[in-house]
């Protein structure tokens, strides 16, 4: 059984899915579909697809899929997710699942309602750090977890204004907000996962935006004119810095820091329970054993090359291949033996980083009610 596949979006998340998909044997890309048709048709040669759109709606109507890869801003994400609903096609959803909770449950709701699956990215729940955490935790090696810290971090890394990728991402507009929902997005959901996915109770943050200050010309020198331009010709109006806390209904508390530019450096992210604690990257295990405290050092790498042995058909392959799109793809055919619910975790994720948002708006903690009730809708028509 092959799954056909129509890609949403020519850009560089589509070319991204284009390429995972074309690894995979029970995978095709039959469609692209974007405004910039030029940019859809680059797409279309560099992975030998044979039909082009200049919309989703020609895509869905035209072209006979069994999914699509939505690989848009955060704000068309609900529009192209609930067009697919309508189809009766699938969707794997790029990274956060929208740009509110309030339109990440539209989009969930569309979906149940229509008996289609939806997948969201994050690489990170199918890496070996994860997977590691994962086995220790469900082993009880920490006991009951009720803490984890997320830490994303960077120095410098503005998009579009320190140099890579385009305006698009520092626009409420179009991504709905800064690195919260941007990078934030990645260790939330690998923590929620960790955790059990427990359901959120209150939400508190804070959010920073200091861009005068970093980009003075006694930090940045001749440059700052650069700067300035970037900045004002993107129309940059998100945060830099986000700053959260969640309470779980299981007691479990959750934090995160999520910065594009902040003068301290990156932190592994942790999780801590009654028996024991992990960090995550470089991976390490902390516990107590016959009163001594120990912290243990696994080799993460070779015991995924000996997974990888024991899993091949030939007894030759030295590497394991169960990275997202893999994933998505048999969860979507029926294959896959424990499928990792990602829009669930995407869902309850997009509860936390709202949650910052409106939390420092109103100056205080926010129950999940509240947050229900105060998201709004940003996104965009098709």
């Known amino acids: 059984m092959t799954i056909d596949i129509g890609i949403v979006g020519a850009g560089d998340r589509g070319h991204t899915h284009a390429g995972g998909y074309a690894a995979i044997d ?27 759109y200049e919309s989703v709606r020609a895509m869905l109507a035209d072209a006979d899929l069994d999914a699509v890869s939505v690989c848009v801003h955060n704000n068309l994400h609900r529009p192209v997710v609930e067009a697919a609903a309508e189809a009766g096609v699938d969707a794997f959803c790029e990274k956060p699942l929208a ?36 086995t220790l935790i469900e082993g009880d090696d920490l ?30 507009e179009s991504a709905g907000g800064g690195p919260v929902i941007d990078i934030g997005t990645y260790v939330l959901g690998q923590l929620l996962y960790l955790l059990g996915n427990a359901r959120v109770q209150r939400v508190g943050g804070a959010t920073f935006e200091h861009t005068d200050a970093t980009y003075d010309a006694a930090l940045v020198g001749e440059n700052r004119d650069t700067y300035a331009d970037r900045l004002a010709s993107s129309g940059y109006d998100v945060e830099d810095v986000g700053l959260g806390w969640a309470h779980l209904a299981d007691g479990s508390v959750l934090e995160l820091r999520a910065a594009w530019h ?6 592994p992210s942790v999780v801590a329970g009654t028996q024991g604690g992990l960090q995550l990257d470089p991976f390490e295990f902390y516990t107590t054993t016959e009163d001594y405290e120990a912290t243990v050092s696994i080799d993460l790498e070779e015991y995924e090359t ?59 903690e926010l129950t999940s009610e509240e947050i229900a009730q105060r998201s709004g809708s940003t996104a965009a028509d098709l």
């Open 26 to 52: 029970a995978a095709s890309v039959v469609a692209v579909a974007d405004v910039d048709r030029e940019a859809a048709t680059e797409l279309a040669e560099a992975f030998d697809v044979p039909a082009v």
């Open 99 to 134: 740009g509110t909770y309030a339109d990440a449950k539209a989009m969930v709701e569309a979906a149940e309602g229509a008996g289609i699956e939806v997948g969201v990215q994050n690489d990170d729940l199918f890496s070996p750090e994860t997977r590691a955490a994962k």
């Open 143 to 172: 006991g009951d977890p009720y803490y984890a810290r997320g830490v994303v971090s960077r120095r410098r890394g503005r998009p579009f204004v320190d140099g890579y990728g385009t305006p698009a991402f520092v626009s409420k």
């Open 262 to 267: 902040m003068f301290l450096p990156d932190r």
């Open 306 to 364: 000996r997974q990888a042995l024991l899993e091949s058909e030939s007894g030759y392959d030295f590497e394991r291949d169960v990275g997202q799109f893999r994933h998505w793809i048999e969860t979507i055919d029926g294959r896959a033996e424990n499928p990792i619910d990602t829009a669930g975790l995407a869902l309850n994720a997009m509860r936390i980083m709202d949650g910052i948002y409106l939390s420092a708006a109103a100056g205080r």
